[in-house]
C-alpha cells in the first residue's frame, strides 16, 4: 500500500510540474471550449424573445445558469488521452513504458488529474465573470455543490476509461482519432451540450438514459441550476458506477489484446 501511494505521489508530483509549465495553454484550451457559451447566446436570445420570456419554464436566467453550468461540468471532464495513446502507439513510444512497473494508463490518468488542479482556479474566475455578464444564478443549497463534484470524479473517470479504449484501437487501426470525433457528438448531445435533455423528442430522451452521457454532463448542471434533486443524483451516480465498470473491463480486454498485436520496435 505504502509503495503505491508512494508511485501516484511521485508520478502526481511530475505531472503537476509539467501541466503547470503549460498553464498559459490550459487557459487558451478552456476559451477554445466555448460550444455551451454560444449556445447560452442562442437559447438567451429564443427566451428573451418568446411569449411571456421563457421556455418550457426557462427564461433568459435559467438558459444561462445552465449552460454555464455545462461548461464548468465540461472543463472538469476534458480528456484528451485517445489523441496521446494514437500517436504513441503508432510511433512505437509505448514501448519504454511497458518495461515500467506500472500500468501506462495511470500515467495518463494522473496526468489528467493535475491538469484539473492547474486550470480550476481560473476556471472560477472565468464562471465568475460569465455569471456576472450573463446574470446566471446558481443554486444556494449548500448541498448540490459537493455531490456535483462527486458527479464530476464518476464522470471524469468513466470519460477517460471510454477515450483511452478508443485511443488503444491504434493498435489495429491507422487513426483511431476518427472514432473518438464521434463518440464526442453523441457525449456532446446527449448530454445536453446543445439544449437540456428535456428539450428532445422523447424517443431521443429514452434512449438516452441508457447512456451515461447525461449523468456525466447534463444532471450536474441541472443540479447547480437548481433543478435536480439529491435523488436524482443518487440514481445518476449508481448508473455511473455501472458504467463504469463496464469501461474498466472494456479497457482490459482491448489491452491485452492489442499488447499481442503490437509490433512496434523493443515490444
Not at 130 to 147: C, H, I, N, Q
Request: with cysteine; aromatic share 16%.
Amino acid at each position: 500500500m505504502t509503495a503505491a501511494w508512494n508511485k501516484v505521489r511521485v508520478l502526481f508530483g511530475a505531472q503537476f510540474a509539467l501541466m503547470a509549465e503549460y498553464r498559459a495553454e490550459v487557459v487558451i484550451w478552456m476559451l477554445s471550449g466555448t460550444l455551451s457559451l454560444v449556445m447560452m447566446l442562442v437559447w438567451m436570445a429564443q427566451a428573451a424573445a418568446a411569449p411571456g420570456g421563457q421556455i418550457r419554464g426557462y427564461t433568459s436566467a435559467d438558459f444561462a445558469t445552465y449552460f454555464l453550468s455545462t461548461w464548468l461540468v465540461s472543463q472538469l471532464l476534458v480528456v484528451w488521452v485517445a489523441w496521446e495513446l494514437d500517436f504513441e502507439i503508432r510511433q512505437g513510444l509505448l514501448s519504454p513504458k511497458l518495461l515500467r512497473p506500472l500500468d501506462p494508463m495511470w500515467q495518463h490518468y494522473l496526468g489528467h488529474v493535475s491538469e484539473r488542479f492547474v486550470r480550476f482556479v481560473p476556471m472560477l474566475g472565468l464562471v465568475a465573470l460569465f455569471a456576472w455578464l450573463s446574470g446566471a444564478r446558481f443554486t444556494g443549497e449548500w448541498w448540490a455543490y459537493p455531490v456535483t463534484l462527486g458527479l464530476c470524479v464518476l464522470g471524469f473517470s468513466a470519460r477517460f476509461l471510454w477515450e483511452y479504449t478508443i485511443g488503444l484501437l491504434a493498435f489495429w487501426t491507422e487513426s483511431s482519432t476518427s472514432f473518438q470525433e464521434i463518440v464526442w457528438l453523441v457525449y456532446a448531445a446527449l448530454g445536453g451540450m446543445f439544449a437540456p435533455l428535456a428539450f428532445y423528442p422523447e424517443w431521443v430522451q429514452r434512449i438516452a438514459v441508457w447512456t451515461p452521457f447525461p449523468y456525466m454532463l447534463g444532471l450536474p448542471a441541472q443540479l447547480l441550476a437548481g433543478k435536480a434533486t439529491l435523488a436524482q443524483a443518487g440514481q445518476g451516480a449508481l448508473v455511473m458506477l455501472g458504467w463504469l465498470v463496464v469501461f474498466w473491463c472494456l479497457r482490459l480486454l482491448v489491452w491485452r489484446s492489442g499488447l499481442r498485436k503490437y509490433g512496434a520496435v523493443g515490444a
